[in-house]
């Protein structure tokens, strides 16, 4: 019984990332015939770096994974990671949060790269 709770819970999570995905790419030719960067839909991750002790996180799905020495948040362009060492969450907000500790590296989705050495 706890398996199917589970299991629905699991798939009502998923849709709804679906949703949020399919709602951020309804607004974009809006934004394109404006001329408007893609954030001013409020809608895409939005990263502000104090430094390289913390990380601003907006927009972001939700947390995947979060160890010392990395965290993982999906966006909707996909997984967002950040290395380092100390690695903890403060501030955390519904779809915001900041990372703080030891930055070094984050990872962009599309295999984008930002190095913080």
């Known amino acids: ?45 939005r990263l502000t770096a104090i430094g390289s002790s913390r990380l601003l996180v907006e927009n972001h799905l939700g947390l995947a994974e979060l160890t010392e020495s990395r965290v993982r948040l999906a966006t909707p362009e996909g997984m967002l990671a950040v290395s380092g060492e100390g690695l903890r969450l403060t501030d955390v907000r519904p779809g915001a949060l900041c990372v703080s500790g030891g930055i070094r590296l984050i990872e962009l989705p599309a295999g984008r790269e930002a190095d913080h050495d």
């Not at 299991?7 to 408007?36: D, I, N, T």
Request: glycine share 6%.
């Open 1 to 45: 019984m706890k398996g199917m709770v589970d299991r629905r819970r699991r798939a009502s999570r998923a849709e709804k990332a679906r949703e949020r995905q399919a709602r951020s790419r309804a607004g974009r030719p809006v934004l394109e015939a404006l001329s408007l960067p893609e954030d001013a839909s409020g809608r895409a991750v």
